[in-house]
């Protein structure tokens, strides 16, 4: 349905692009481009023990994350929590953070992003032509004024056996 036509725009179950891997996929609902900038919808699925960044922030973006079903393990300036379906996690701005799946089932994650854009940077390093290592990741990610912290990470995948 396009922009212009009458009546409700639907992106209905199982729509729209996805990228990632098995573990690790990524369903855009609405990109920024489709909402002036404003928001960013993202569906984020991970399967059990899969870890989806590494510690990050951003300077650009506040991030909420609305469990739809499994646990959420989220880890902002140094404190954990996990997070179940119906509960939603708020990641602000300018704090170091990531998540995972804590659970042995799938997660599932609509991830609501204001303003919108760094969902772009989720689709570059999806891209299997992408050449993204730890050594390239910094670079990139500051091109949409994010930080990573490799040092950070480690420790917190050997804590929980995740996979990376």
């Known amino acids: 349905m396009s922009a212009t036509s009458p009546g409700p725009r639907v992106l209905r179950a199982g729509d729209g692009d996805v990228t990632g891997n098995a573990g690790n996929l990524d369903r855009y609902l609405l990109e920024s481009g ?21 510690i990050h922030r951003h300077s ?10 499994g646990t959420l393990g989220v880890i902002e300036d140094g404190v ?12 602000p701005r300018g704090r170091w953070h990531t998540f995972w799946n804590a659970g042995d089932d799938q997660l599932r994650v609509l ?3 204001s303003p919108g854009g760094i969902e772009d940077l989720f689709r570059r390093l999806a891209d299997p032509g992408g050449e993204y290592s730890p050594a390239t990741l ?14 950070a990470t480690m420790p917190l995948v050997d804590k929980h056996g995740l996979r990376f």
């Open 80 to 91: 954990e929590i996990t997070a179940s379906s119906g509960d939603l996690v708020s990641k």
């Open 111 to 113: 991830e609501i992003v």
């Open 138 to 151: 910094p670079a990139l990610a500051a091109q949409y004024g994010a930080e990573v912290d490799f040092d």
């Open 60 to 69: 650009r973006e506040d991030e909420y994350s609305f469990v739809l079903t």
């Open 34 to 54: 489709a909402s002036g900038g404003h928001i960013a919808l993202v569906e984020h699925i991970l399967e059990p023990k899969v870890l989806a960044a590494p």
